[in-house]
């Protein structure tokens, strides 16, 4: 059975060595507001209130192991070409390295990381009704960004003036995974969860999503294969959301999972479970996921990886 067509990824959890330094960069460099700050736990949001990204400084993290499955990189979904190029001048400006720029053509995406070695995608999807297909599959490719067009859309009116925080529309868009085997992560994602399979045709790597959309979530084995899980007290993914839009929605997957005899823990937020890799997942219903229930919905001993 497929997953509700209106299901999106929602808040991602993360762990960093020093919450300040982090800090410094989320909203100084990327221009996301604090909504949040308390002890060190920091909730981010575009809007002031929806959380995006939640902080968790562990003093020492260090970056998680290449060979370890975790965090690939999360996807900042902004609203079109301008605040991409807004995004893309705040970094030039401020020196930040970036690490890639593609055109994926259904979307325009930079690619850079976090002081703690995070992975980072910030993008612009185009307009649904242009994205290519091949056959009945919608076609992505990764091709060079033309920054200097890019650019120049901040020389059209009414964009004329950098934005100095991220559009309010702003919301996290989809998140790609490190995975220890594509088969059993497709027989969760696709065959527990009931997100489609969207595409295939990068090596090693599998994109799937719900409502036709071009990826929600992409898993690759990039790491290796058989990778384990990051050692506890490293820095990178503690969980992320998945966002159903009604109770109804939840209940069927819920139901799924527990067929498929997969590990459930309640919380206040919403059902946090683990993927065939370890990586954490906080299963949600409705868009009102609080702040205070997302920056502390899930109990420590339910975030550490399994050994």
Known sequence: MAIHPDTTVGPVSLTV??????????????????????GTTAVLSADASTPLVILTE?????????????????????????????????????????????????????????????????????????????????????????????????????????????????RIGHIHLRVSDLRQSEAFYHGVLGFEVMQR????????????????????????????????????LRWFAICLPDDGGQQAVLARLQTASVGLHQTEAGWFLRDPSHNGILLTSGRGLGIAEAAATVPLDAERPVA
């Open 58 to 170: 562990v003093p020492g993290a260090g970056p998680q192991p290449r060979r370890s499955t975790g965090l690939y990189h999360f996807a900042i979904l902004v609203p079109g070409r301008a605040a991409l190029a807004s995004t893309l001048r705040r970094l030039l400006g401020a020196g930040y390295p970036i690490h890639g720029a593609s055109d994926h053509l259904v979307s325009e995406a930079l690619y850079l990381a976090d002081p703690d070695e995070n992975g980072i995608e910030v993008y612009a999807d185009r307009p649904r009704a242009h994205w290519p297909h091949r056959g009945e599959a919608i076609a992505m490719d990764t091709r060079a960004l033309d920054l200097e067009g890019l650019l120049a859309e901040l020389d059209k009116p009414p964009s004329a003036d950098v934005r100095h925080t991220l559009d309010p529309t702003t």
């Open 17 to 38: 060595s020093n919450l300040d330094r982090a800090l410094g960069f989320y909203s100084g460099v990327l221009g996301f507001s604090i909504a949040r700050r308390q």
């Open 201 to 236: 045709d990068y090596p090693g790597a599998l994109f799937v999503a719900a409502g036709g959309y071009h990826h929600h979530i992409g898993m690759n084995i990039w790491g290796g294969i058989g990778a384990p899980p990051p050692p506890p007290g490293t820095a990178g």
